[in-house]
């Protein structure tokens, strides 16, 4: 069985999930259990997810679907897989609102690479059109390019009114 864990923290009004491991054919038997104890806000944080397969998928899908039921439910530090995941299949996501995502960054000068935050009320675009900032190479100071492209990685935002 992979090696996955949620960490669950209150604070506040919210109940804190970080999720670290796979999303997997193994995800449900740890998340079914957990939605009876989930009060009327949660917030999901992907910032340790290590990989999505398609078996994942339809046992995240499962649980969201229960999780949802009467609660208000975000998402945030969704690396660059959950996006895909979310651009691909809509039900991924289904109502969640989704506050924050990475973005992968690699410079063709010196190859090297990083995340970039991209956060609600900060530098989110409006939609997969805006214009971003191009982040500059910590080691050679060049632009960087995004991995995937803007309007195809940002597309989640038209379809989420």
């Known amino acids: 069985m992979a090696n996955i864990t949620l960490n669950i923290e209150k604070k506040g009004q919210w109940e804190h999930i970080s999720y670290t491991g796979p999303i997997n054919e193994d ?8 939605v ?36 208000k439910v975000i998402f945030e530090e969704c690396t660059p897989e959950i996006v895909g995941q979310i651009n691909m299949i809509p039900n991924f996501k289904s109502t969640a609102h989704i506050r924050s995502v ?8 010196c190859d090297s ?3 970039v935050l991209f956060e609600e009320g900060r530098n989110l ?19 960087m390019e995004m991995e995937e492209l803007e309007d195809e990685f940002f597309a989640w935002l038209d379809a989420a009114g």
Not at 38 to 65: D, H, M, Q, T
Not at 137 to 143: D, G, H, I, S
Request: hydrophobic fraction near 30%; charged fraction near 25%.
């Open 27 to 34: 995800t449900e038997v740890h998340l079914m259990p957990v």
């Open 36 to 71: 009876s104890q989930l009060g009327p806000n949660v917030i999901f944080n992907f910032r340790k997810v290590e990989y999505v397969n398609s078996c994942g998928v339809r046992a995240w899908i499962n649980f969201l679907r229960e999780a949802e039921k009467g609660r």
């Open 125 to 143: 675009p409006e939609s997969s059109d805006s214009s971003i900032e191009t982040p500059a190479c910590e080691k050679c100071n060049k632009a």
């Open 102 to 109: 990475y973005a992968s960054y690699a410079c063709e000068s």
């Open 113 to 115: 690479q990083k995340w």
